[in-house]
Nanobody, 124 residues
């Protein structure tokens, strides 16, 4: 399974940016897809996650400003970020928890995957 994230870049204070992430590869289903972010020297933290394509959970810092959505048919997840602040500057990583298997006769298991990360820089 591969996750391809896109949409980062430089944005001004108060601006908006939309991140996209596409999941591809062999999988039976997606339990959840979401976004995390990491600042150099700090731990990766949850931003928002969409479970089963319908239930969204947000970090307190994202509530009211960010919106996560999913296109289940395309195995994609999006993060619309509004009213951006300099403290939102980070590398944003797409994450997916999927049901998959290694071969046609192998058992199905749950696996967690990360995308390559996309940098969002908010200028003050």
């Amino acid at each position: 399974v591969q996750l391809q994230a896109s949409g980062g870049g430089l944005v001004q204070y108060g601006g908006s940016v939309r991140l996209s992430c596409a999941a591809s590869g062999s999988m039976f289903s997606i339990n959840a897809m979401g976004w995390y972010r990491q600042v150099s020297g700090k731990q990766r933290e949850l931003v928002a996650v969409m479970s089963s394509g319908t239930s969204a959970t947000y970090a307190d810092s994202a509530k009211g400003r960010f919106a996560i959505s999913a296109d289940n048919a395309k195995n994609m997840v999006y993060l619309e970020m509004n009213s951006l602040k300099p403290e939102d500057t980070a590398v944003y990583y797409c994450n997916a928890e999927v049901q998959t298997r290694l071969c046609s006769s192998c058992y199905i298991y749950t696996a967690n995957y990360w995308g390559q990360g996309t940098l969002v820089t908010v200028s003050s």
